[in-house]
């Protein structure tokens, strides 16, 4: 998404053929394989872990960190290697959003009129404001300090990372339609 915006606003003329179907599919099938890749390593290591704490998790979902709690094996490299795989999964991820983005504004704080500005601004910024919460939530939840963490901020934690993002991902892109707009102020106004 990010690239997309990147070619729609720095290289204009280019779009067509930068962003042809060829590379969408390349693109798609990048990250679908990294998002396996990412999921095999995570399925497989949960696998292959002796649980002797009993097996039941109060999440709503199996996350790493908590199956490693409840592990009887030394899980220190375990942890470390995933952290490290998917840490570097992540970065790459977000050092090229970050390269697209200082590029995106250095070319639309260029541009000389500011309904120019304006246009170029509302097309990227709902990306970077899903992906701003994607990345501060999930960084909240799983960097937190162990000696803030419960058992109750964990579960809150976890939901808000798993579904505030996707659940105001159509919301913020939407927001860009006028109708939609009127619609929203009629309701909030009466």
Same mark, same amino acid.
């Given at each position: 998404?990010?690239?997309?915006?990147?070619?729609?606003?720095?290289?204009?003329?280019?779009?067509?053929?930068?962003?042809?179907?060829?590379?969408?599919?390349?693109?798609?099938?990048?990250?679908?394989?990294?998002?396996?890749?990412?999921?095999?390593?995570?399925?497989?290591?949960?696998?292959?872990?002796?649980?002797?704490?009993?097996?039941?998790?109060?999440?709503?979902?199996?996350?790493?960190?908590?199956?490693?709690?409840?592990?009887?094996?030394?899980?220190?490299?375990?942890?470390?290697?995933?952290?490290?795989?998917?840490?570097?999964?992540?970065?790459?991820?977000?050092?090229?959003?970050?390269?697209?983005?200082?590029?995106?504004? /250095?070319?639309?704080?260029?541009?000389?009129?500011?309904?120019?500005?304006?246009?170029?601004?509302?097309?990227?910024?709902?990306?970077?404001?899903?992906?701003?919460?994607?990345?501060?939530?999930?960084?909240?939840?799983?960097?937190?300090?162990?000696?803030?963490?419960?058992?109750?901020?964990?579960?809150?934690?976890?939901?808000?990372?798993?579904?505030?993002?996707?659940?105001?991902?159509?919301?913020?892109?939407?927001? /860009?339609?006028?109708?939609?707009?009127?619609?929203?102020?009629?309701?909030?106004?009466?």
């Amino acid at each position: 998404m990010s690239y997309d915006c990147y070619v729609s606003i720095c290289k204009p003329l280019h779009y067509g053929t930068l962003l042809g179907s060829r590379a969408c599919a390349h693109m798609a099938a990048a990250a679908w394989a990294s998002g396996f890749l990412n999921a095999l390593l995570h399925t497989a290591n949960t696998f292959s872990l002796p649980l002797c704490h009993g097996n039941m998790l109060g999440q709503f979902f199996c996350e790493i960190p908590h199956i490693l709690k409840l592990s009887c094996s030394h899980s220190k490299l375990r942890e470390l290697g995933l952290i490290v795989l998917s840490a570097s999964l992540y970065f790459s991820c977000f050092v090229f959003i970050v390269f697209s983005y200082v590029q995106i504004f /250095r070319a639309v704080l260029r541009i000389p009129s500011e309904q120019g500005r304006h246009k170029a601004f509302s097309t990227c910024l709902p990306h970077l404001a899903v992906y701003s919460l994607f990345l501060s939530t999930g960084t909240v939840a799983y960097l937190k300090p162990p000696s803030i963490s419960s058992p109750s901020l964990d579960l809150s934690l976890s939901v808000l990372y798993s579904v505030v993002p996707p659940a105001l991902n159509p919301l913020i892109y939407s927001l /860009r339609n006028q109708e939609l707009k009127a619609a929203v102020s009629t309701l909030i106004t009466g």
